[in-house]
C-alpha cells in the first residue's frame, strides 16, 4: 500500500510547529518536576542540549512514525529510546545542581548574628 503524504512545504511547516510546540512543554514540565530554581542555576547550553534535543527527538519520532507503513516501527522505537534518554538526562542536570549548586539562604540567617538596636519614638523626632 502506497502511503500519501501531504504536499512537503505543509508537512514542514507542520513538523516545526511540532517542534515548538514540544519546546514548550519539555521545559514547561522540567520545570514543574525538577524545579525550576534549578534550572535557573543550570548553564544556557545544558538547558539547550537537553531541552533542544529531546524535542527534535520527539519530531523525529513523528516523522520516522509518518514515514513508515506500521506506527510502531524500528526507526520510531529509536528515536524514543534517544528521547527517554535526553529525559533521564535531564532529570539527572537537574539532581546535579539540585545537590551540587544550590545555596541554603536559610541555614546562612540562622548562624548569622545579627544586632538589633531599640530606639524610643522621641528619639526620632528631636529638633
Known amino acids: 500500500m502506497k502511503l500519501r503524504l501531504p504536499p512537503m512545504p505543509l508537512l514542514r511547516l507542520a513538523y516545526i510547529t511540532q517542534f515548538l510546540i514540544a519546546l514548550i512543554a519539555i521545559f514547561f514540565l522540567w520545570s514543574e518536576i525538577g524545579g525550576q530554581s534549578h534550572l535557573d542555576l543550570m548553564a544556557w547550553y545544558w538547558k539547550v542540549l537537553l531541552g533542544g534535543g529531546a524535542a527534535f527527538a520527539v519530531v523525529k519520532a513523528t516523522q520516522a512514525a509518518v514515514n513508515q507503513p ?3 516501527s524500528g526507526p520510531v522505537l529509536r528515536w524514543l529510546g534517544l528521547l527517554l534518554v535526553l529525559l533521564i538526562a535531564c532529570g539527572a542536570a537537574s539532581y ?8 541554603d539562604d536559610d541555614d ?3 548562624n548569622a548574628a545579627s544586632v538589633s538596636r ?3 519614638p522621641m528619639l526620632l523626632h528631636r529638633p
Request: glycine share 0%; net charge negative; hydrophobic share 30%.
Open 108 to 110: 546562612n540567617d540562622q
Open 96 to 103: 546535579y545542581y539540585h545537590m551540587c549548586c544550590e545555596t
Open 118 to 120: 531599640l530606639v524610643s
Open 70 to 72: 506500521s506506527a510502531w
